[in-house]
């Protein structure tokens, strides 16, 4: 029910594009824009606890989704890269089983560290500057 005594709810805002072509959400607060930073360098415990890089971002974003449209557009942005990075890892150990081997998993997973290191960094300094990122090559598995 409405009541008429309160203003009309605010509709959230449009984010602004950018004279480079970015789209910028200029409401995203500074903690907002580090959360989504920290979400996307959860990438590099890929290196050290491979399990727990795609188990954090997941949790992070689960957690502060319903924050901001901010949070939980680079939310899900990361979850689904850190899943298309394993998917490629996955398809690169299928190739080294099945002994077409080497020549396909290696390069494949070249690419992916490269592609995830690159990406990782591209995508946490737009969230550093309030702006959206899409990762190349980043299937969209979460909608």
């Known amino acids: 029910m409405i009541d008429p005594t309160q203003p009309p709810p605010?509709?959230?805002p449009t984010p602004m594009m950018t004279p480079g072509g970015r789209l910028v959400d200029l409401t995203a607060t500074s903690a907002?824009?580090?959360?989504?930073?920290?979400?996307?360098l959860t990438l590099l415990l890929a290196y050290v606890f491979w399990g727990i890089s795609l188990i954090a971002p997941i949790i992070m974003w689960q957690v502060k989704r319903t924050e901001?449209?901010?949070?939980?557009?680079h939310g899900?942005?990361?979850?689904?890269f850190?899943?298309?990075?394993l998917l490629y890892a996955l398809v690169g150990v299928a190739f080294f089983l099945t002994g077409i081997g080497a020549c396909i998993a290696i390069p494949l997973w070249f690419f992916a560290a490269v592609l995830g290191i690159v990406g990782m960094i591209l995508a946490a300094t737009a969230a550093g500057r309030g702006e959206y990122y899409r990762y190349p090559a980043c299937i969209r598995f979460v909608r």
């Open 68 to 73: 901001s449209n901010f949070i939980d557009d």
């Open 10 to 12: 605010i509709p959230p």
């Open 82 to 85: 850190h899943l298309t990075l």
């Open 32 to 40: 907002q824009r580090n959360y989504a930073v920290f979400m996307h």
């Open 76 to 80: 899900r942005e990361t979850v689904n």
